[in-house]
């Protein structure tokens, strides 16, 4: 029997992280946002004031990036920066694991690098970006297992600025991996109806896009952006 089409706009992450965005455009993502109710935007720290202040008075919740998008800074600067982040407005959090330290076998470090930022969170939701274009299966699960064990909101495919974006198999793997308690968020070249149901049905339940509109609206997207 065929499944009822999601509300995609429900699961959807209305983001603009380029390093050229403009005011203008970081406030006409907030008016999509909030026309066609998605449950948040997604933007770089340093506009979180202005995208609150297009956000007033509407129920779309407001997300930054940390350590976006190489997660190589130290520790204490990704605490920071999700410290400040939050101060200016920010509702929920997406930081980036040092994946050069996993790929080395440091896990204490990469613990160590979660369990920090996740302190400063408190209740707020914790997504962490594992870019799993850079990663194997079992690097996969063993990142997902430490989330677990930190207790994060969300493990997130991708920053969408390396060499790939989400997988369907990426998503199963880590809905398999990171327990009951741990969603999934898949972002990087989700950018139609039919990927984004693909992601859905894999088991996100977050989906980051700069494609929001064409997803809601069934019409298609540019083949680049986020």
């Given at each position: 029997m065929t499944q009822p089409e999601p509300d995609y706009a429900r699961y959807i992450d209305h983001t603009l992280l380029a390093a050229d965005a403009t005011e203008a455009q970081i406030c006409q993502l907030c008016d999509e946002a909030r026309e066609h109710q998605?449950?948040?935007?997604?933007v770089n720290a340093g506009y979180v004031p202005l995208a609150k202040n297009c956000l007033q008075g509407s129920n779309v919740q407001l997300c930054a990036v940390?350590?976006?998008?190489?997660?190589?800074?130290?520790?204490?600067v990704k605490a920071f920066e999700a410290k400040a982040a939050i101060a200016a407005g920010a509702q929920e959090i997406d930081m980036v694991i040092n994946v050069g330290w996993l790929k080395s076998g440091n896990l204490a470090a990469v613990k160590a690098d979660i369990a920090a930022v996740r302190e400063v969170c408190g209740p707020i939701p914790l997504k962490v970006i594992l870019e799993t274009c850079l990663l194997d299966e079992a690097q996969i699960v063993k990142i997902c297992e430490i989330c677990r064990d930190l207790q994060v909101a969300f493990v997130k495919?991708?920053?969408?600025?390396?060499?790939?974006?989400?997988?369907?198999?990426?998503?199963a793997l880590m809905k398999a991996s990171a327990g009951e308690?741990?969603?999934?968020?898949?972002?990087?070249?989700?950018?139609?109806?039919?990927?984004?149901?693909?992601?859905?049905?894999?088991?996100?339940?977050?989906?980051?896009?700069?494609?929001?509109?064409?997803?809601v609206t069934g019409t298609s997207a540019a083949a680049t952006g986020y």
């Open positions: 998605f449950y948040a935007v997604c940390i350590g976006f998008p190489l997660g190589a800074t130290l520790t204490c495919t991708s920053t969408g600025f390396s060499r790939g974006g989400a997988r369907v198999e990426d998503v308690k741990v969603a999934v968020k898949a972002s990087g070249a989700v950018r139609d109806r039919q990927t984004a149901r693909a992601m859905i049905d894999a088991g996100a339940t977050r989906i980051g896009t700069s494609s929001g509109v064409a997803i």
